[in-house]
Nanobody
Framework: QVQLVESGGGSVLSGGSLRLSCVGS????????MAWFRQTPGNKREGVAG????????FYADSVKGRFTISRDNAKNTLYLQMNSLKSEDTAMYYC????????????????WGQGTQVTVSS
């Protein structure tokens, strides 16, 4: 099991940037696929970006391609999400998650979750 703690959320103007971090502890951070999800009230959790265990292959939801970059530093047990050109529709609670299923952005495929960090984008 991996314990996850997110940070880096906040309020930003449309067009701005934020960098989210997620620190993992416990067993096997570097063996897991990692991903970022987001959720707004009344909606299901949406997969945003994922990355392979060694960090060589990222994958993205179409809504964030070209604007968001996922990366990881396994030596630091840390996952990142660089968010550029933010839009009001990016406003959500952002969660990091760990799983063992390849190339998935389905929430049901991830077993360990952080508590979330709020991102608010205003125009």
């Amino acid at each position: 099991q991996v314990q996850l703690v997110e940070s880096g959320g906040g309020s930003v103007l449309s067009g701005g940037s934020l960098r989210l971090s997620c620190v993992g502890s416990g067993y096997g951070f570097s063996e897991h696929y990692m991903a970022w999800f987001r959720q707004t009230p009344g909606n299901k959790r949406e997969g945003v970006a994922g990355i392979s265990p060694q960090g060589s292959v990222p994958f993205y939801a179409d809504s964030v391609k070209g604007r968001f970059t996922i990366s990881r530093d396994n030596a630091k047990n840390t996952l990142y999400l660089q968010m550029n050109s933010l839009k009001s529709e990016d406003t959500a609670m952002y969660y990091c998650a760990a799983g063992t299923v390849s190339w998935s952005l389905e929430a049901a495929q991830y077993v360990d979750w952080g508590q979330g960090t709020q991102v608010t984008v205003s125009s």
